[in-house]
């Protein structure tokens, strides 16, 4: 039932800033399902991001920025056909198993290091992001309808 906020806009913010704070928002998500996949036992040395938004250099670095964690850029920005492209090679014969077409076919592309200085920023962000979606949850529930 989650809708979307911005918190603390004022008059002297534009559309970049909104931008941005979308941009920002999202990478706080991809921290919190992280952190959900944690607590069940997963853990992680990457995060490898694909598709339109993996286009943005920016938003790959705010990615690892909030999440501490280096973002690899796939060289195959169309994932899902190199999955049935490796399941097509599999199936015909020309790779033993999912694993070795895998291996054979998919393509890192520029990885994105966590900077530490800008880390400090996104962990308060973070923080606000936690305690105004704790606060916000019950009047989602009840307008959602």
């Known amino acids: 039932d989650a ?3 911005f918190h603390g ?3 002297k913010h534009g559309r970049g800033h909104c931008a941005r704070a979308i941009q920002e928002s999202i990478g706080y998500l991809l ?3 992280l952190a959900d996949f944690a607590r069940s036992g997963s853990t992680f ?3 490898r991001s694909m598709g339109g938004g993996a286009r943005s250099d920016l938003w790959l670095q705010i990615k690892a920025d909030v ?3 280096p973002i690899v850029r796939m060289e195959e920005e169309e994932t899902s056909t190199l999955g049935a492209a490796m399941l097509a090679a599999v199936r015909v014969g020309d790779y033993p198993d999912a694993a070795a077409a895998a291996k054979a076919m998919v393509r890192l ?3 994105f290091e966590p900077d530490p200085a800008a880390a400090v920023a ?3 962000g973070y923080a606000l992001y936690n305690d105004l979606y704790a606060a916000l949850a ?3 529930r009840r307008y959602a309808h």
């Open 122 to 124: 996104y962990a308060r």
């Open 3 to 5: 809708r979307g906020v």
């Open 9 to 11: 806009l004022t008059l």
């Open 67 to 69: 999440t501490g964690l």
């Open 31 to 33: 921290k919190k399902i």
């Open 45 to 47: 040395t990457e995060v």
């Open 138 to 140: 019950p009047l989602f």
């Open 109 to 111: 592309g520029r990885r």
